[in-house]
């Protein structure tokens, strides 16, 4: 029988809505953390008992090792599990009496430390669970887990060749192809902690190689204000380099965004314009490849024009978007002409959902992070050493020591193959193509604020008693005030998160993230009913 659309999404909340009744108090596993127990004779051992310290103690290293490893599973299982919750929402004070954090005098035994560990993930937010939409970094992929485990163990340090080699040559191989998926041949690549550090690499690398003197003479070798270009809708670290790097926030210059949050051309040429005619140094142009709140993809080839006519750096943080790279299908328009950039930085742990943390910000010209950043320490990177020093990255970086980010990508990277990604990138659009044809099916409960170009559906729910009143900025206004109060029940009732903000002159609207490969359609269909369960009668 084909029932009207009507009836037909009815049904679809409904049977969302029955789901969700017979989910709540399910939730208790757990909760026995007593169940973490250690055998009679390791339980108060401590430890000096186990290894480097007790060199007989292999068996009890094992006990205790396994007994973390079974609550690891556990976690892993009810992340997975939708009967489990998201998380376990308590107030500052009210944690701070349900943990013991105190750090002691004297230590305490194996099987404290095993409790500990119980309750540390019981209280932990779920954040690979497929009804956590609350971030750009969601999921828990286990092969990229799987890398962590293990760089955990082997614990290195990635400055040189001499102690990390197989993980040095790792990351030459993984940003290679990085590089050439961008669309460049050579050039070269770094491992930053986080985006915002890879756009400050970007940063120091342009003035260098503008202004080489800066290096040795600092500020007084550039004889004028340096300025940068970035729209209004970027990443706040972008202005960050700006305050960090002596050119203070007022000479990072906002470019107004379109009503979908993308750069107008035009409006960065007159800008630059503007500020040459003051007499200024206009050099860096930042340019978003997906903005982090409604997944805008500023227009590169536009802003590479005017990028060469003023002889500014194009710089595009792709930090949010890069993934989609990997689409043949999604990646033009949005990325066309990111070939065209001198730096890009791309962060694996968010679309691609490598774990935290994984960014990469690549160069098209080589030799440029070296000749920036090297210090030279003699104690570290001496040049007469057994092996060729140029793998010995360390001193390419503001960094001394580095963490080893590459592992967890590569060994993710051969699970999956290229293909692997381009299809996980590919579902991740399509869930929320249909998470926005379901918005839309549903105008009485929902109002889709714009087309989304990414994974950021932006929308405000709608309760019962504003269903029918005409959307005026009024009614904006009592939306926004909403969101804070549903976010608010969808942590208390555990079962549910998704992100609210305002931006510029819109009141707080929820933008939903789908970046967990974990998420199905099945889970956008209760994420709306569950939202309208919670908050119909606001
Ligand atoms: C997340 C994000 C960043 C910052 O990345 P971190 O790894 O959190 O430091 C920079 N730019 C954009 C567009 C982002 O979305």
Redesign the pocket.
Known sequence: MDWPISMRIFSTIENAVDQVLSRINSDTRMNDIKKYQLSKSTACLKYTDILPHNEKSMPVTKEFLQKVIDILMDFINETNDRNCKVLDFHHPDKMKQLLDLEVPDKGVALQQLIEDCAKTLKYQVRTGHPHFFNQ?SCGLDLVSMAGEWLTATANTNMFTYEIAPVFILMENVVLEKMREIIGWNGGDSILAP????S?LYAFLAARHRMFPGYKEKGLHSIKGQLVMFTSDQC?Y?VRSCAAVCGLGTDNCVEVPSDKRGRLIPSELERLVIERKSKGHIPFFVNC?S???VLGAFDPIEEIANICQKYKMWLHV?A??GGGLLFSNKYRHPRLTGIERADSV?W?PH?LMGTLL?C?TIHFKEDGLLISCNQMSAEYLFMQDKLYDVQYDTGDKVIQCGRHNDIFKLWLQWRAKGTEGFEKHMDHLMELSEYMTKRIKAMSDKFYLILEPEMVNVSFWYIPTRLRGVPHTPEKEKELGKICPILKGRMMTAGTLMVGYQPLDERPNFFRNIISSAAVTESDVDFLLAEMDRLGHDL
């Not at 986080?194 to 550090?197: A, V």
């Open positions: 750009l986080g985006g915002s550090i756009n990443h670290s978003t997906g903005t982090t943080d930090a949010w930085t962060n968010k943390q960014s």
